[in-house]
T-cell receptor
Framework: AQKITQTQPGMFVQEKEAVTLDCTYD???????LFWYKQPSSGEMIFLIY??????QNATEGRYSLNFQKARKSANLVISASQLGDSAMYFC????????????FGKGNQVVVIP | EAGVAQSPRYKIIEKRQSVAFWCNPI?????LYWYQQILGQGPKLLIQ????????DSQLPKDRFSAERLKGVDSTLKIQPAKLEDSAVYLC????????????FGPGTRLLVL
């Protein structure tokens, strides 16, 4: 069964606007972690932001924020003030259980920022 | 701080040939991961090392894939013999230890099997 679902088609966003990338997850664990990674055309996976299942506040890292809705099992990424360099694939991932560092990735969202 | 290094960046081989990829993790990182990323999909974990021991290789196709991390630092992933469906990007990642939250990825090796 798919643990991470990212179903949005490719997105075009105007420079300086905000964009929200959807991610829903499936787990029966109480302790888990959610991650967002960025993958530009160069191929490297770049860590953006992390949210722990017990964290009461939504995670923020600069222009990135994670809208964590535990009851709905969603962990959407918000990128504010988009820049041309934000054009990339964005992957949501989940780590299940304490002591388990295996990441399950979604299929990704393509974002293209246009000037 | 230097990131995760991988080589080669690109490799083209014919089916049934052998190929090896190399990874050097971030200095001091005890845990090393190899992922396979097929076009249009997210990465899938192949194997995880803690120092020089295997923690998780449940998704490694052991009939043709092997990996080692003999001295607990750099690692080699081998495919022998390669199949067409092995065409993918092979990503190496490392983290401080198995409980560390963040994995840091290298640039990947793009493999094309003809």
């Amino acid at each position: 069964a798919q643990k991470i679902t990212q179903t949005q088609p490719g997105m075009f966003v105007q420079e300086k606007e905000a964009v929200t990338l959807d991610c829903t997850y499936d787990t029966s664990d109480q302790s888990y972690g959610l991650f967002w990674y960025k993958q530009p055309s160069s191929g490297e996976m770049i860590f953006l932001i992390y949210q722990g299942s017990y964290d009461e506040q939504n995670a923020t890292e600069g222009r990135y924020s994670l809208n964590f809705q535990k009851a709905r099992k969603s962990a959407n990424l918000v990128i504010s003030a988009s820049q041309l360099g934000d054009s990339a694939m964005y992957f949501c991932a989940m780590r299940e259980g304490p002591g388990n560092n295996r990441l399950a990735f979604g299929k990704g969202n393509q974002v293209v920022v246009i000037p | 701080e230097a990131g995760v290094a991988q080589s080669p960046r690109y490799k083209i081989i014919e089916k049934r040939q052998s190929v090896a990829f190399w990874c050097n993790p971030i200095s001091g990182h005890a845990t090393l991961y190899w992922y396979q990323q097929i076009l249009g999909q997210g990465p899938k974990l192949l194997i995880q090392f803690q120092n020089n021991g295997v923690v998780d290789d449940s998704q490694l196709p052991k009939d043709r894939f092997s990996a080692e991390r003999l001295k607990g630092v750099d690692s080699t992933l081998k495919i022998q013999p390669a199949k067409l469906e092995d065409s993918a990007v092979y990503l190496c990642a490392s983290s401080l230890d198995t409980l560390a939250e963040t994995q840091y990825f290298g640039p990947g090796t793009r493999l094309l099997v003809l």
